[in-house]
C-alpha cells in the first residue's frame, strides 16, 4: 500500500482517462463548508422523492448538486447521507422487505440495518458533480463512469500498490446508489474502491453499458500515478485495445 498524507491538490487524471479510454466526465462527492465553488448548483425539491442519480446528466452538462438536511433528495440520501431519520425503523423494515424486497426476512434486514451506519457529515454541505481542483481537500469520493472492458482496468490499477494484508482493494457492498458512493467506503483515508450503481432503483438514470467505480481520495491518487511500469502500457491491454477496435 502507498502511504498518504493529507493532500491539498488534486492530481492530473488526464492521462489514466486517456489511457483508459474513459469519455464521461469524473464524478466528485464532496463534504464542503461552502457551496459558492460549486456552481453552477442544481438542489433537490422538498418532496423526498428525487434520487440523486436522476441528476446524472446535469452532472454531465457541469452541474453540481447540492444536498443540506433540509433539501436531500429521496428518503434513502436523507438517511443514509445526510444522517436523517425520516421514518420509524419498522416502517424502513417494512419498505425494504415487503415492498422492495430486497432481503429474504426482517431479521436479515434489520442485522444489515444495525451494521451499516450512515455517513457522518463534516460540514452543512454535500455536493456531488464535476470535479473542482481548489476544494480538492473537501473531496471525499471520486466517481468513474466504466463499460467492463474499462471497468477491468480500474479494478486492475486499485489492486496495484495492494498487498494482500491491506484492506480490501476493490469491494461490491449491498445498499443504495448513493451509500455506494460515500456511506459504504467506511474509511476514506485508505486507498479503496467500490462498484457502485448496483442500485437497480438508480440504474433507469445510468446508460445500461455503465457501472460506478467510486474511490476514495488516497486511491484516485493511487490511479493517477499508473505509469509506464504498468499493466496500461503492456501487452494484455494493447491487445484488448485492438480486439475492441476491429
Request: proline share 8%; glycine share 8%; net charge neutral.
Amino acid at each position: 500500500m502507498i502511504h498518504h498524507s493529507p493532500a491539498s491538490i488534486q492530481p492530473d487524471p488526464s492521462g489514466l482517462i486517456k489511457k483508459i479510454g474513459l469519455t464521461i466526465s469524473l464524478i466528485g462527492f464532496y463534504d464542503a463548508p461552502d457551496p459558492h465553488p460549486f456552481e453552477p448548483l442544481v438542489r433537490p425539491g422538498k418532496s423526498g422523492h428525487n434520487c440523486i442519480f436522476a441528476f446524472y446528466k446535469q452532472w454531465l452538462n457541469g452541474k453540481t448538486l447540492h444536498l443540506t438536511k433540509d433539501h436531500y433528495g429521496c428518503g434513502g440520501a436523507g438517511h443514509w447521507i445526510c444522517g436523517l431519520e425520516g421514518r420509524s425503523r419498522e416502517d424502513f423494515l417494512d419498505f425494504l422487505v415487503n415492498t422492495e424486497g430486497l432481503k429474504s426476512s426482517f431479521e436479515l434486514m434489520d442485522k444489515w440495518l444495525d451494521h451499516t451506519k450512515p455517513y457522518q457529515q463534516e460540514h452543512a454541505n454535500l455536493l456531488i458533480g464535476p470535479l473542482k481542483k481548489d476544494q480538492y481537500p473537501f473531496l471525499k469520493t471520486v466517481t468513474f463512469w466504466a463499460n467492463p472492458d474499462q471497468l477491468s482496468a480500474l479494478m486492475i490499477g486499485a489492486e496495484y500498490n495492494a498487498s494482500p494484508d491491506d484492506p480490501f482493494p476493490v469491494i461490491a457492498p449491498f445498499g443504495s446508489g448513493c451509500m455506494q458512493m460515500s456511506t459504504l467506503l467506511t474509511d476514506h483515508n485508505i486507498p479503496q474502491a467500490l462498484i457502485g450503481t448496483t442500485d437497480i432503483a438508480a440504474r433507469k438514470y445510468i446508460p445500461q453499458d455503465l457501472l460506478a467505480f467510486t474511490v476514495t481520495r488516497p486511491m484516485f491518487e493511487n490511479l493517477c500515478k499508473l505509469d509506464e511500469k504498468s499493466f496500461l502500457y503492456k501487452s494484455f491491454w494493447r491487445e484488448l485495445k485492438k480486439i475492441r477496435q476491429r
